[in-house]
């Protein structure tokens, strides 16, 4: 088995002169894909965080939202960090800001 392997390695010492071109040409795929992975998932990414940044520092008395979990609410207070949301007629429950989804549109 071990013999394979070193037979299928090359000569001691890596290639000579050309084992520097060599290295290079193994390092660009490497570049090529960590660029395609910026700009697929690294960038959108960023670009949402942003957005809901912003969506929250925006909120307001009174926007009607809607939960990560999927509640529908009216909001009747807003904190630093919690969100006061009436959820039914005298119902109001308290959860984290960062847990707010989307503001709704009437």
Same mark, same amino acid.
């Given at each position: 088995?071990?013999? /394979?392997?070193?037979?299928?390695?090359?000569? &001691?010492?890596?290639?000579? &002169?050309?084992?520097?071109?060599?290295?290079?040409?193994? !390092?660009? &795929? /490497? !570049?090529?894909?960590?660029? $395609? @992975?910026? @700009?697929?998932?690294?960038?959108?990414?960023? #670009? #949402?965080? #942003?957005?809901?940044?912003?969506? /929250?520092? +925006? /909120?307001?008395?009174?926007? @009607? %939202?809607? *939960?990560?979990?999927? %509640?529908?609410?009216? =909001? *009747?207070?807003?904190?630093?960090?919690?969100?006061?949301?009436? $959820? +039914? *007629?005298? =119902?109001?429950?308290?959860?984290?800001?960062?847990?707010?989804?989307? $503001?709704?549109?009437?």
């Amino acid at each position: 088995m071990f013999g /394979l392997a070193f037979a299928m390695a090359g000569p &001691p010492g890596g290639a000579g &002169p050309a084992g520097g071109m060599a290295a290079f040409q193994q !390092v660009i &795929p /490497l !570049v090529f894909m960590f660029v $395609i @992975f910026y @700009f697929l998932l690294i960038r959108p990414q960023q #670009k #949402k965080a #942003k957005e809901h940044k912003a969506l /929250l520092d +925006a /909120l307001k008395k009174g926007d @009607f %939202v809607v *939960t990560a979990g999927g %509640v529908h609410g009216k =909001v *009747t207070g807003v904190d630093d960090s919690i969100v006061s949301l009436e $959820i +039914a *007629t005298g =119902v109001n429950i308290k959860i984290t800001k960062s847990y707010i989804a989307t $503001i709704k549109k009437d």
